[in-house]
């Protein structure tokens, strides 16, 4: 039985350069800005693409990490590469894992083939889909924490049912820091942070300066 992780193409990968390699999968990724996220269908509002998605679960990822005294630079890491074969396989929402698989792990092979990549990237899709190490679990977390962030904002906005979708996404979180974070951000409105970036008076002067400077 093949490994799923081994390369299913590798004679047209090993006939390109390294560097056309890291060509083609730079292109690849690129594609994550053209893969939408498909859960939103169901809830009635909102989208976002798998790239969105990815950059702001990173960075959850290094806040959780820095929250918790864990390895920030690793748990980003995990988070900047857990959906990365999505460029192949597309999205796959929560109903259509019910009645759909995907070979994610030959997803990802085929994509780093050649690039000299396949050993870190591949070990840390591993290490998140293991979820032994506290950083990974972390990054899952994260994962969990950006969708509750968008689901706050459709909240906000009027739709009722994405009180639903955190009440559900708020159970899945396994680590003390990601609860206490998702909290926060399920109470949060999301409009202040701009609101409250400038001293309320700012909003009054025209053009968003004072004349009189």
Known sequence: MKNEHQCTAPDQFQARDRLTRLADFIFEAGMLRKTPRTGYQFLGSGAENVAEHSFRTA????????????????????CLFHDLHEARTGDFNYVAKQYNSCREGAALADALAGTGLEEPVLDSWKELE??????????QDADQIDLIANLKEELDLGNRYAEKWIDCALKRLKTDVAQQ????????????????ARERSWWEKKNGHDKSE
């Open 59 to 78: 960075v959850i990822g290094y806040i959780l990490a820095d929250m918790a005294g864990a390895d920030r630079l690793r748990t980003m890491e995990l």
């Open 130 to 139: 293991d979820a032994e190490t506290f950083e990974a679990k972390l990054a």
């Open 181 to 196: 974070l998702a909290q926060q951000i399920s109470v949060v409105d999301h409009t202040d942070w701009w609101f409250l």
